[in-house]
């Protein structure tokens, strides 16, 4: 589909200027950003007056079918959380209820301007079908805990996922590895999952330092980091997500520096399970790439990455004593090119530019939230809501318009995901 965009604001990143003009699209791809050729032909057009057009916004860290258990299980302390209240329902999901709580959250995902997930769980056939159908890009990394031969085991069904799930969907979803954390793995797991992964050259997908008590028993079990331990078992050696890195010293973050790790910031979830401050400055002004991600809707409760951007900057600025810590611009790109570099992404994933996929998102400006309008990238961090978020385009698809679903039928997802809570009960 050839769609116009017409009369929006958006930045130039030849020159850093706010500009409004019209963005054509077509093929997935950004064909002419200001200046339209005339003989350009759009199937449908989009009035974006009052609308900031950006990149879409990728949560880089997920548990999407978890959404059946949003305000289940609160105020909690996260293993008291996972041993009695998620791990015992998680055991009685099947494919029904996979598939209609991953496609609940997708429902929000694309209301709050996400286009690109990276998911985190099992049975993830479902979930990547629910991307599929719902039009998203997800990167699917099946959980894998255990030790070396149960691992060992596993892999060997994950191969087979590998190959039937990679490149689907006309190429929005990606396969990847995903060694759940060192307290889940034992010994010789995580090196199982580096070996596969390299061998099939596909991501990896991880939980790293996010609580003090993982920390010190790591340390006690492997006389190593949560960091040096995954550095060490070859996780590093791939594209790699580590999300949390919470509870990271110099040296951690020394070895987070590499060029295949994307550490990913959940900020909602660390404060809701009380896992601490992550040294979000610290990281990004050591060169580490840094992302934002949500974590699974029972531990934040949301997908509402305007929110993750929001407490991002906030909590950056209160730690460092700086006021001027992560401005508003560069929390953007965390949650705009840091997450699609944490997925894998084409070069341009993430940003608004000639010959970049078409994942872009209108958000209205015109709310009393938003007024006066002075600098658009500080709205979207500092005041605007992700209700804001007008039209969604991923890959040249129109998913949202005007804040309607045309593919989707929200009413019924709502329907089929609370009953598929209820056949858990």
Aim: with cysteine; net charge negative.
């Amino acid at each position: 589909m050839n769609i116009l965009i017409q009369h929006g604001m958006y930045f130039d990143e030849t020159d850093g200027e706010l500009r409004t003009g019209d963005i054509a699209v077509a093929g997935g791809k950004i064909l002419n950003l200001g200046a339209v050729p005339s003989e350009f032909h759009a199937d449908h057009i989009l009035k974006a007056a009052g609308c900031f057009v950006t990149p879409a916004l990728v949560n880089a860290h997920t548990h999407l079918a978890m959404s059946l258990f949003r305000n289940l299980a609160d105020d909690m302390s996260l293993m008291d959380w996972l041993e009695h209240k998620i791990w015992p329902l998680e055991e009685k999901m099947g494919p029904s209820e996979l598939y209609w709580a991953s496609m609940l959250s997708m429902v929000e995902l694309i209301r709050g301007g996400v286009t690109a997930s990276a998911d985190m769980y099992f049975g993830m056939d479902q979930v990547a079908q629910a991307a599929i159908d719902s039009g998203l890009r997800l990167n699917a990394a099946v959980g894998l805990t255990g030790d070396r031969r149960t691992a060992r085991e596993k892999l060997r069904s994950f191969r087979d996922f590998f190959h039937q799930w990679e490149g689907a969907g006309e190429g929005l979803i990606r396969v990847d590895i995903g060694p759940h954390a060192p307290y889940t793995c034992d010994d010789g797991c995580f090196e199982e999952a580096a070996a596969c992964a390299a061998d099939l050259d596909c991501g990896i997908h991880v939980h790293l330092s996010e609580t003090a008590g993982e920390v010190e028993e790591t340390k006690n079990r492997f006389g190593l980091s949560p960091v040096e331990l995954a550095a060490r078992s070859g996780l590093f050696d791939q594209r790699c997500i580590a999300a949390h890195c919470v509870h990271v010293d110099r040296q951690d973050i020394e070895l987070l520096n590499n060029s295949n790790v994307h550490v990913v910031h959940n900020p909602s979830s660390n404060l809701k399970l009380a896992s601490g401050f992550a040294r979000v400055k610290e990281m990004m002004d050591m060169g580490v790439n840094l992302a934002i991600g949500t974590d699974g809707s029972s531990s934040n409760n949301n997908l509402n990455m305007f929110e993750e951007m929001h407490l991002t900057a906030l909590l950056a600025k209160a730690l460092s004593g700086d006021p001027t810590a992560l401005p508003a611009g560069q929390v953007l790109r965390m949650a705009s090119v840091g997450g699609a570099a944490a997925l894998g992404l084409p070069e341009s994933g993430g940003r608004l530019r000639i010959g970049a996929p078409a994942d872009i998102i209108l958000v209205r400006m015109d709310g009393v939230h938003n007024s006066p309008l002075h600098d658009p990238r500080a709205a979207m961090v500092y005041s605007a809501q992700a209700a804001d978020v007008d039209s969604v385009i991923c890959n040249g698809r129109l998913l949202m318009e005007r804040r309607r679903l045309p593919h989707l039928d929200e009413v019924e997802i709502r329907r089929k995901a609370q009953e598929a809570f209820e056949h858990l009960q």
